[in-house]
């Protein structure tokens, strides 16, 4: 019989395509995240379009600038991506306060991020998209690392219900 090798596959990838630049550096980075990865990714892709809705109707039928209507989008999506990661994706320390300052205090970082694509894609006289989708590109990589790392380091998501 032969063995099964698919839980290998990241292994046997890296092995493949050799182990020096980005593939190994995602390697290291992912591994033993997948699981994590694909629930930040699914809530993220949900949060994203609802950003991206707030802020082109905000932006195209009720004539909001976009610099305000990125604020304003993010905060709508603020407390469900808490929410959601807190309970699904990470996990939560016994302090939900702690885990929301720290929370908040990230994506300020994330919103002042944002914020300054929209000011430099403004500048440059860019279309309404570049800018949602420099902020749909830059918060996700910096939102996942410090969240795994810094605002709910040392927790994790329950993956049994006990009995």
Do not use: C
């Not at 905000?58 to 999506?77: E, F, Q, R, S």
């Not at 300020?108 to 914020?115: D, E, Q, V």
């Amino acid at each position: 019989m032969i063995p099964d090798r698919s839980e290998n596959r990241f292994d046997t990838n890296l092995a493949e395509h050799g182990s020096s630049g980005f593939p190994r550096i995602l390697h290291q980075v992912l591994r033993g995240h997948e699981l994590r990865v694909l629930r930040f990714a699914f809530f993220g892709v949900l949060s994203g379009l609802l950003y991206a809705s707030a802020v082109w109707v905000g932006v195209t039928k009720l004539g909001a600038m976009p610099l305000i209507m990125n604020v304003v989008g993010y905060l709508l999506v603020l407390p469900l991506n808490f929410l959601l990661n807190r309970n699904y994706t990470f996990g939560g320390s016994e302090n939900i306060w702690r885990d929301a300052k720290r929370f908040m205090t990230v994506h300020i970082l994330n919103i002042s991020a944002t914020s300054a694509v929209y000011v430099v894609a403004d500048m440059v006289h860019a279309p309404l998209l570049v800018g949602v989708v420099g902020a749909l590109v830059i918060v996700p990589i910096t939102q996942y690392l410090a969240l795994d790392r810094w605002v709910f380091r040392g927790t994790r998501v329950r993956t049994h219900t006990p009995e």
